[in-house]
């Protein structure tokens, strides 16, 4: 006897799917939770109770759910380390670290409560104070045939850097641990030229499969994000439905028309 209505589910959001494409009406809440279902579809659980759904999330997203006392007191608390404010160089001077939201270089151009979105931005020879990174990070670099700099991570000799043009990093600073450093720039002409965007809460609307549309080229994926690389030629056009919460990272700049459908 199936007590689950999962397969119900799956059939009657992919007609409230059709019908929005036929329609052209983006639903992205709708079009995460038919995902979701299709996963539990694909495990199985369409023939289990349904008191297994649970199943679903802890399997696709590596996480348990329970929450047991006898877990609670298995459980160590964890010493709390907090580091310190001072950075000591090899030849006894001192600097003090600040937060990267407060070096003055580091300027914020967006923030929720899912994301911070920092534009990095300084001249020649200029070098950033001591900052220290505590969130898990993307960084976008945006100046045009790459950039050299001097970076100097606490812990670590200063040691030479290219940031290419285009290129995408991704900085564990919350899943690890902190980042300090500064950097310097050490081009005779270019700006740095960097885009900072903290991943601070997972949004409630995300996708458990990576996206398959016109134009999108996967190029990174990690635990808490995706990056797609868009290219559009001139005079081109892409019609396409992100059914998760985004950000866009421009690289070089361009007027485009853009519709959305009411």
């Known amino acids: 006897?199936?007590?689950?209505?999962?397969?119900?589910?799956?059939?009657?959001?992919?007609?409230?799917?059709?019908?929005?494409?036929?329609?052209?009406?983006?639903?992205?809440?709708?079009?995460a939770a038919l995902q979701q279902f299709i996963s539990g579809q694909s495990l199985g659980l369409?023939?289990?109770?349904?008191?297994?759904?649970?199943?679903?999330?802890?399997?696709?997203?590596?996480?348990?759910?329970?929450?047991?006392?006898?877990a609670k007191k298995q459980t160590k608390e964890k010493e709390v380390v907090v580091e310190e404010d001072i950075w000591t160089f090899p030849d006894g001077t001192k600097e003090e670290i600040i937060e990267v939201g407060d070096e003055p270089r580091h300027n914020v151009i967006l923030s929720?409560?899912?994301?911070?979105?920092?534009?990095?931005?300084?001249?020649?020879g200029d070098t950033t104070c001591a900052h220290r990174h505590s969130e898990d990070s993307l960084y976008f670099f945006l100046v045009t045939g790459g950039l050299d700099v001097i970076h100097h991570a606490k812990g670590s000799d200063p040691n030479c850097d290219c940031m290419e043009f285009g290129e995408v990093r991704y900085g564990t600073h919350k899943t690890d641990k902190p980042l300090?450093?500064?950097?310097?720039?050490?081009?005779?002409t270019k700006d740095m030229n960097v885009?900072?965007?903290?991943?601070?809460?997972?949004?409630?609307?995300?996708?458990?499969?990576?996206?398959?549309?016109?134009?999108?080229?996967?190029i990174k994926s990690r635990d808490k994000c995706r990056v797609y690389h868009l290219v559009l030629p001139p005079g081109e056009s892409v019609t396409v439905h992100y059914p998760f919460f985004y950000l866009s990272v421009v690289l070089q700049g361009s007027t485009i028309h853009k519709e959305i459908p009411l």
């Open 1 to 31: 006897e199936v007590k689950s209505a999962l397969n119900i589910f799956v059939k009657d959001l992919d007609i409230v799917h059709s019908e929005s494409r036929a329609f052209q009406s983006p639903i992205p809440i709708a079009s």
């Open 46 to 70: 369409g023939k289990s109770d349904d008191s297994q759904v649970i199943q679903v999330y802890e399997k696709l997203a590596n996480i348990s759910v329970a929450n047991t006392t006898a």
């Open 112 to 124: 929720n409560e899912y994301t911070r979105v920092m534009k990095v931005q300084f001249p020649p």
């Open 180 to 188: 300090v450093h500064k950097i310097k720039n050490t081009h005779p």
């Open 195 to 218: 885009v900072d965007a903290e991943l601070i809460k997972r949004p409630p609307v995300t996708s458990p499969f990576p996206m398959v549309a016109e134009r999108h080229t996967l």
